[in-house]
């Protein structure tokens, strides 16, 4: 009976170290996804298509804010809403700005009186003096209370002119017909100046642009005005662009460039998702694949590399035998054994395998 109870709670510990086992090394296997630089197999010489992505913008695209600091008390518009040249948008609280124009205004009204005044006493006393009843002093008191009065009169209507620029810097009126393209603030919110208060664009279409960020590998092939498509996968609708200007500094790893709708439509609006396609190479040079030299090694069965074909989720490393020519700026020529726009990895050849589970990190 004793014997019997061994055997049996041999085999449960048995069963137990079998299916923890199992288990361990089916996670082991599930956790077994090698992150991986990767580089992409290209075309070089002849005609090439590439498609970069970006969006469209307003050329005449105007940030409104204001002048002064305070706080917001109307804010009639919307996104979307059309406005017109010369239209209130927002305005801040000018109980003080009004307080302070109204003091300078009686300050000039003062101004005003005394200046009327010591005119008309230099007036009598002038006569009197020119027929010796006045002495030359009461002249000259009179002369320079008028001088004085001219200056206090000048100094006070500049405060008037200057108190009136003031209250203008509360509001904001459109500089132009548009569209309201972003709100950026709420009313009875505290701005600062020189804050965002508003976005607005042109209301034609005439002056939509598409910016796109150009990799720093292709952007000596982008020339201004040079022709493009632009695609606009909203509208599923393809648009000419002409390109106005190409950018010299370096974002990211891409330089920005501009292009110029040339027949825009009313559906497009700026902030559209898009993707521009540029041609490169020259038309009548052969075209030649390019492979990134940190992808090609060596063993016994010559020259291979990984490509890494999607696999669900992850992608999956394919060790695959290539032939290679010459070396170029670019890569090596690739003679046989790749196409164009394969992954291949660039990095951890030694450690891959054939069919590894791998994970492509993302390009910078």
């Known amino acids: 009976m004793m014997q019997r109870i061994k055997y049996s709670y041999l085999t449960f510990l048995s069963l137990i170290l079998l299916f923890g086992c199992g288990k361990s090394r089916k ?15 290209e075309s070089y010489g002849g005609l090439s298509t590439r498609t970069f992505n970006g969006i469209t913008q307003s050329g005449s695209e105007t940030n409104l804010s204001f002048r002064t600091g305070g706080l917001i008390v109307e804010l009639n518009i919307v996104v979307g809403q059309h406005i017109k040249k010369g239209q209130l948008l927002a305005q801040l609280d000018q109980t003080d700005d009004l307080l302070a124009l109204e003091q300078v205004q009686l300050d000039l009204e003062n101004a005003k009186v005394q200046l009327e005044t010591a005119s008309s006493s230099f007036e009598r006393i002038k006569q009197l003096y020119q027929t010796n009843n006045a002495s030359l002093s009461d002249y000259e008191r009179a002369k320079s209370s008028l001088s004085n009065a001219q200056s206090s009169y000048e100094i006070s209507s500049k405060r008037l002119d200057k108190q009136k620029s003031q209250l203008s810097y509360s509001t904001i009126a459109a500089p132009m017909s548009g569209i309201i393209s972003a709100v950026n603030v709420e009313t009875n919110e ?46 599923s609708k393809e648009f000419e662009g002409v390109i106005t200007e190409v950018g010299y500094n370096s974002s990211g790893g891409t330089y920005p460039v501009v292009i110029s709708l040339s027949n825009p439509s009313d559906e497009v609006r700026p902030g559209m998702p898009i993707e521009v396609a540029f041609t490169f190479g020259h038309e009548h040079q052969k075209s030649q694949l390019i492979v990134p030299v940190q992808a090609v090694s060596e063993d ?65």
């Open 300 to 364: 016994e069965n010559g020259q291979f590399v990984y490509i890494l074909n999607p696999a669900h989720e992850f992608h999956e490393a394919q060790k695959t035998n290539v032939e290679i020519g010459s070396l170029t700026s670019g890569g090596f020529i690739v003679r046989s054994g790749l196409t164009e726009d394969q992954l291949v990895a660039v990095a951890g050849l030694r450690t891959l395998y054939d069919g590894m589970k791998v994970k492509l990190l993302t390009q910078n």
């Open 190 to 235: 505290v701005v600062s100046p020189g804050q965002s208060i508003l976005v607005m664009n042109r209301e034609d279409a005439d002056d939509l642009e598409a910016h796109v960020g150009v990799p720093e590998k292709y952007i000596s092939q982008v020339k201004q005005g040079s022709l493009t498509k632009i695609m606009i996968p909203a509208l």
């Open 27 to 41: 996670e082991e296997k599930a956790e077994l996804v090698k992150p991986i630089k990767y580089g992409i197999v």
